[in-house]
């Protein structure tokens, strides 16, 4: 099973770890299971660094990719074009329009992933094959 982080999972690990559930520790430290972060996550955090509403500290966005890859042991995936493409499939559900949520999402159901989240908001894609850890 692999397994993808969302960007607020991603920040609690870095800034904040006792919000993670104890089920999300234990995977995320579990050597024999693949966890993974999505560029898609790092475009997101520039993006909210970029207009003052994320801060990480004494962290440098350009070194998180080494931090979670040399440090951490987490892998990072691309986006593939067949995502990119295929992604006007996933339903609009109310006012959920967080176009990087949705993109995390469907990338998780393209590729067989389970996203680690907290966000009740990725619930509303579970009836689209989104599997979720909370």
Known sequence: MKYLLDTCTMIWLLKEPEKLSEKAVRLIENPHVEV?????????????????KLSIGNLELEDLEE???DELFIGVIGLNEQETLSYHRLPIFGDHRDPFDRMLAWQAIKRNMVLISSDPAFELYRQCGLRLIR
């Open 36 to 52: 993974f972060v999505s560029t898609i996550s790092f475009w997101e955090l520039s993006l909210k660094h970029a207009i003052g």
């Open 67 to 69: 931090l979670f890859t």
